[in-house]
C-alpha cells in the first residue's frame, strides 16, 4: 500500500507558525523514508506546532513510530510541539500497545485542538 503525503504550512500570528501534515494510506518500512524526507524542511526552526492528521492513515509500522520520534524531538528540540488529530482505532491501538510516543498530545479533531491551542496561548500572553 502507498502512502499519500499533503502537507499544508499556516504562517498567521493566530496559528503561530503551524504545520498540518495528513497521511493516508500505509506509513511502513517503503514509505516511512519518503515522510521523513518530506518532513525535514518542514521542520525549521520557526515552526511551533507540527500537527499530523491521521484521518487517512490505514496502517503503522515500527518504522512510521519512529519517524513521529524523530519528529517529536526536532520539535523539542526547536521549542515546538507535536500533535495528533483524527487518529484512527486501529493507529490508536498501536500507540497504546507501544507506549512509544509519552507525552505527544492526541486530538478526536482539529476543533479540539484550536480550542487547546488558543487558551494555551492566552495563559502564555498572561504569565508575560
Not at 521523513?36 to 490505514?58: I, N, Q, S, T, Y
Request: hydrophobic share 45%; net charge negative; no cysteine.
Amino acid at each position: 500500500m502507498s502512502l499519500e503525503i499533503k502537507i499544508r504550512r499556516d504562517l498567521d500570528l493566530a496559528r503561530q507558525h503551524m504545520a498540518t501534515v495528513e497521511l493516508i494510506g500505509s506509513l511502513d518500512t517503503a514509505t516511512a523514508p519518503e515522510l521523513e524526507r518530506e518532513l525535514l524542511p518542514v521542520m525549521d526552526g520557526k515552526l511551533r506546532h507540527l500537527v499530523f492528521d491521521l484521518a487517512g492513515l490505514k496502517f503503522i509500522s515500527s518504522a512510521g513510530i519512529r519517524v513521529f520520534g524523530i519528529a517529536r524531538n526536532r520539535m523539542k528540540e526547536s521549542g515546538g510541539q507535536l500533535a495528533f488529530v483524527n487518529m484512527q482505532p486501529q493507529i490508536e491501538e498501536v500507540f497504546e500497545i507501544i507506549k512509544a510516543l509519552p507525552g505527544l498530545d492526541v486530538f478526536r479533531n482539529m476543533a479540539e485542538m484550536d480550542s487547546y491551542l488558543s487558551a494555551r496561548q492566552l495563559r502564555d500572553r498572561d504569565d508575560d
